[in-house]
């Protein structure tokens, strides 16, 4: 098999040029793809420098826009992937293909809580691990994890879903689950980054991790997320309806607005699932 490494990478020059010369030592016949997001420093310059293709965009597209113009230009049977700033060990890349051998599709790099940038994110993905296994009905060790190798023909199934930002790990995770591709984790230690802190800033980034939230609902089943508000409006509807009968004799508007509130989330997350299933079939 041949191996396509995919470096995504934003003024990120001084942790190329740590990665890089370990990576093309104990590859040093696999494809080695840089894809400059934008960068404002010499990211580009040293990644050639190190021998790696070198893919530049003229301004920042995001890392998920990076990762997927590398996997569209790249030529390997498989795929990794791993970040510039020196958290991702190349010496682990072996363990990730070696699982790929076994018959998985996808193979993820899972990090420990010592590897999570602070106890605020370590939280937040564990959150987000528990919510992806409940949806998946298999355990997700890491569902934000960078570090992965996956088939390169059953990435490129999913480049159409993948978004521009950083959930992609989060996306191509989840497609992978609903299209019935096996994935595993081997767990790995993760370095310190080098050089500038990271470029996720809590603030703006936090209400839209919560929203990945949904989306891991909305992408894998929706009816898993809308099926069990719609019962708890219905409850609410009914035990409403009993208190007002109790206290009142009547059925009050409030009673009708929570039930016909549960039966229109109900059929909004059948209509949902429908487009999901359409959403995942493969073209012919």
């Given at each position: 098999?041949?191996?396509?490494?995919?470096?995504?990478?934003?003024?990120?020059?001084?942790?190329?040029?740590?990665?890089?010369?370990?990576?093309?030592?104990?590859m040093p016949r696999a494809e080695i793809i840089v894809v400059d997001d934008g960068s404002s420093d010499e990211t580009a310059a040293i990644a050639r420098q190190h021998g790696a293709r070198v893919l530049s965009a003229p301004y920042s597209m995001g890392n998920g826009a990076a990762i997927k113009r590398g996997a569209r230009e790249a030529t390997g049977d498989v795929l990794v992937f791993m970040d510039a700033d020196g958290q991702h060990d190349p010496g682990h890349i072996s363990q990730l293909l070696e699982r790929l051998g076994q018959g998985y599709d996808?193979?993820?790099?899972?990090r420990n809580?010592?590897?999570?940038?602070?106890?605020?994110r370590g939280l937040a993905n564990a959150f987000y691990n528990r919510l992806a296994s409940w949806m998946t009905g298999h355990e997700v060790a890491d569902l934000t994890s960078g570090f992965r190798a996956a088939r390169a023909d059953r990435f490129r199934e999913f480049l159409h879903?993948?978004?521009?930002?950083?959930?992609y790990p989060t996306t191509s995770t989840m497609a992978f689950f609903r299209s019935a591709y096996p994935v595993a984790y081997v767990p790995i230690p993760v370095a310190r980054?080098?050089?500038?802190g990271s470029h996720i800033r809590p603030l703006r980034d936090g209400l839209r991790f919560l929203l990945i939230i949904f989306k891991i609902a909305t992408l894998y089943s929706p009816l898993k997320l809308f099926a069990p508000v719609g019962l708890g409006f219905g409850l609410l509807g009914v035990g409403y309806y009993g208190y007002t009968f109790v206290t009142e004799h009547r059925f009050t508007n409030m009673s009708?607005?929570?039930?016909?509130?549960a039966v229109i989330i109900f059929l909004i997350g059948l209509i949902s699932e429908q487009?999901?299933?359409l959403t995942y079939r493969r073209d012919e």
């Open positions: 098999m041949k191996i396509s490494v995919i470096v995504p990478a934003k003024n990120e020059a001084e942790g190329l040029a740590r990665t890089l010369p370990r990576l093309g030592g104990l996808m193979v993820v790099g899972a809580g010592a590897g999570q940038a602070n106890v605020g879903l993948l978004p521009n930002g950083f959930s980054r080098v050089g500038k009708m607005l929570l039930l016909s509130a487009i999901t299933s």
